[in-house]
Nanobody, 120 residues
Framework: QARAVESGGGLVQPGASLRLSCTAP????????IDWYRQTAGNQREWISS???????AVAEYLRGRFTISRGDDQDTAVLQITDLKANDTALYSC??????????????WGQGTQVNVSS
């Protein structure tokens, strides 16, 4: 099964910024909605942001102002920019594809995630 690849995570101090990338399986980035999720230990995965096939972004309301999503230079890539990182942003960040018109097997992929740790 095809998988996406996330990158850009790491250990940063509070207040720092990070740029996370989700590279979809080749040729699917423009065909699929790309969603970003995050999950902390013991908690459910929560939706953060999405980019549709027309590059229209959506961000969870409580994260607006610090989280932005955009298309990367590579059309198969969605970039999640995070500013003013806080300790409670610590999580495993992963991306997922979905079909814009319903179920699409070509868009049924997940990545393994990139870990973000925010600590002083």
């Amino acid at each position: 099964q095809a998988r996406a690849v996330e990158s850009g995570g790491g250990l940063v101090q509070p207040g720092a910024s990070l740029r996370l990338s989700c590279t979809a399986p080749v040729g699917t980035g423009r065909l699929c909605i790309i969603d970003w999720y995050r999950q902390t230990a013991g908690n459910q995965r929560e939706w953060i942001s999405s980019l549709n096939t027309d590059d229209n972004p959506a961000v969870a309301e409580y994260l607006r102002g610090r989280f932005t999503i955009s298309r990367g230079d590579d059309q198969d890539t969605a970039v999640l920019q995070i500013t003013d990182l806080k300790a409670n942003d610590t999580a495993l960040y992963s991306c997922r594809g979905s079909g814009s018109g319903g179920y699409d097997p070509a868009c049924s992929w997940w990545g393994q995630g990139t870990q973000v740790n925010v600590s002083s």
